[in-house]
């Protein structure tokens, strides 16, 4: 089955009729349809299919027991109206590259996986990366059991829903011990590379980044009958907070985004007992990500003050700095450069990935397919149809020089 077809096939799975865009949240029916046709492409191809204790699906050419395994692949769920290609391009890709190869004729030497990690976006339950960290033990199954959605529903009563065991979930270390590289293909997020007009880059660093939930308590009054002088309203020492957080970022070179808000009791004519809002932000090193956090905190406690509102500001999640193994950074550069003779472009990203989460455990390494706007997490997110196919062959490339003679 050739690259387009693939896409055209997997394009109509959750997305939105309203917005254009993707709603493929874990343990729900449209990330049941996307589970179903990664299965359905591995067996198409005659790979070993096989589903791990933390639902992560993983389709194997070789011996999957056996060790220094090369992996690729990427994530096919999505954030709230999300766009197509953050994620399943790098599935789409996997398979593409592996019939490419096939066709050639390669021989393999190594084991060679394509992997669709569960969770990735953090949409349902407001956690990144849900079925890596759990895999690399960067979360604990304590945690993973308190994670809930927005209704009320814990991820073990989601995927008990969904037909998988949440009593097995865990680390899984003789896992990644069979892995020798792992190589995650993804569309880029912003717009290095066409600026520099190359289709396709590797992969640096993953920028330090984490989220903050910031809880400004004030009380609730009528709209229309509570004197201005009198109200302890806290939206407004949320929208100042908001405010400052852009100066803060400004000033540091740094991003930072108050991007999700909750309001108590939210009526149009109630003054706010509560306003609940997540920050988001992501430095090119942690020294200047803590000079923004900080620098957001300590205004918005001298805004809540100001209004006679309490505050309290929790980290919900943090991942520091991912510098990718260097050597299998360069060796993907050098395979990538060698017939041509260019230079690759090696690039940073703000973005977190489940390469940066595995990191720590397996050598790893990232792809960069040219997007040319920049736009992610959007209905406009975008990748054109040369570069795609560029991208096939790049990783294409990649695995026959790590994987094959």
Known sequence: MSFHSMWAELLPVGRSSASGGYRRYAWTGADAECRAWFEDQARARGLAYETDRNGNQWAWLGDPAAQNAVVTGSHLDSVPDGGAFDGPLGVVSAFAALDELRRGG??????LAIVNFGDEEGARFGLACVGSRLTAGALTVEDAHRLTDGDGITLPKA????????????PDPERLARIGAFVELHVEQGRALDLTGDAVGVASAIWP?????????GEANHAGTTR????????????????????????????ATFGKIAVEPNGVNAIPSLVRGWLDSRAADQHRLDTVVTGIEK?????AAAHGVDLDVVRESFTPVVEFDHALRD??????????ELTVPVLG??????????????????LFVRNPTGVSHSPAESAAEDDCVAGVR???DVLEGLACT
């Open 331 to 340: 060796e993907l550069a050098r395979i990538l450069g060698k017939d041509a």
């Open 209 to 217: 980044h984490g989220r903050w939930r910031f809880d400004f308590r």
């Open 394 to 396: 790049a990783l294409a």
């Open 228 to 255: 201005l002088a009198d109200r302890r309203d806290p939206m407004l020492s949320y929208a100042e907070t908001v405010l400052a957080a852009r100066r803060e970022a400004e000033l540091a070179g740094a991003v």
């Open 106 to 111: 390669a021989r393999f030497t190594r084991p």
């Open 159 to 170: 995927m008990e829903a969904a037909g998988y065991d949440p009593d097995a979930i865990g």
């Open 299 to 303: 205004a918005a406690r001298e805004y």
């Open 349 to 366: 990203t703000g973005a977190g990935h489940d390469a940066g989460i595995l990191s720590a455990r397996v050598p790893t390494a990232m």
